[in-house]
């Protein structure tokens, strides 16, 4: 049963546009929420994160957005790169839960 | 700092052999954890460690073993390698997991061929 559903296995986007990425999970415990970037032949990198007592976390370009209430989170990025194109991982975790539970991940792809 | 490091980079293994992916990080971090990637499943959680000497399985232990004896080091053993555990392994370690969870440093993957 996957605890953390990223629905669009790839996304297509102009560049200097925005790019949405969006995640639903369904573990009601989960109150940690993080976005990974991932290129080819290389692991994880940290992108940005989001505790439930807060609905949204800016950071430059990046801005995540967390809708407790429908289990959504989604990750805007503005305006769109294209060194941006990557594989995004959404993960979650819940408080005295050691583990961290990812995605499939959403490949996203910057049209020039 | 080196961060996470993993060796070997490329693996491959007949059915039947056995084997360990080494994972080793300078960063003092007491949290450990192993993760699988294939195509279309993501990045699911093998096994994980909280400290030296303490650890507990993920999504999918089954056919792995990990120990982890000094706070450096968490190494994934392969007991008996079968085709479904090809698969490009990633080792994480952080300050520390759960709750307001600190950020993971992933490693360069091990990309494992099982024949």
């Known amino acids: 049963d996957q605890q953390v559903k990223q629905n669009s296995p790839s996304l297509s986007v102009q560049e200097g546009r925005i790019s949405i990425l969006n995640c639903d999970y369904t573990?009601?415990?989960?109150?940690?929420f993080l976005w990974y970037k991932k290129y080819p032949a290389e692991g994880p990198t940290f992108l940005i994160s989001?505790?439930?007592?807060?609905d949204k976390n800016e950071d430059g370009r990046f801005t995540v957005f967390l809708n407790k209430s429908a289990k959504h989170l989604s990750l805007h990025i503005v305006p769109s790169q294209p060194g941006d194109s990557a594989v995004y991982f959404c993960?979650?975790?819940?408080?005295?839960?050691?583990?961290?539970?990812f995605g499939k991940g959403t490949r996203l792809h910057i049209l020039p | 700092n080196a961060g996470v490091t993993q060796t070997p980079k490329f693996q491959v293994l007949k059915t039947g052999q056995s084997m360990t992916l080494q994972c080793a990080q300078d960063?003092?971090?007491?949290?450990m954890s192993w993760y699988r990637q294939d195509p279309g499943m993501g990045l699911r959680l093998i096994h994980y460690?909280?400290?030296?000497?303490?650890?507990d399985q993920g999504e999918v232990p089954n056919g792995y073993n990990v120990s982890r004896s000094t706070t450096e080091d968490f190494p994934l053993r392969l007991l008996s390698a079968a085709p479904s555990q090809t698969s490009v392994y990633f080792c994480?370690?952080?300050?520390?997991?759960?709750?307001?969870?600190?950020?993971?440093?992933f490693g360069p993957g091990t990309r494992l061929t099982v024949l």
């Open positions: 960063m003092n971090h007491e949290y």
């Open positions: 573990n009601s415990m989960f109150d940690y």
């Open positions: 994480a370690s952080s300050y520390s997991a759960g709750g307001f969870t600190d950020t993971q440093y």
């Open positions: 460690s909280v400290g030296a000497g303490i650890t």
């Open positions: 989001i505790s439930s007592i807060k």
């Open positions: 993960a979650a975790s819940a408080f005295r839960d050691d583990k961290i539970i």
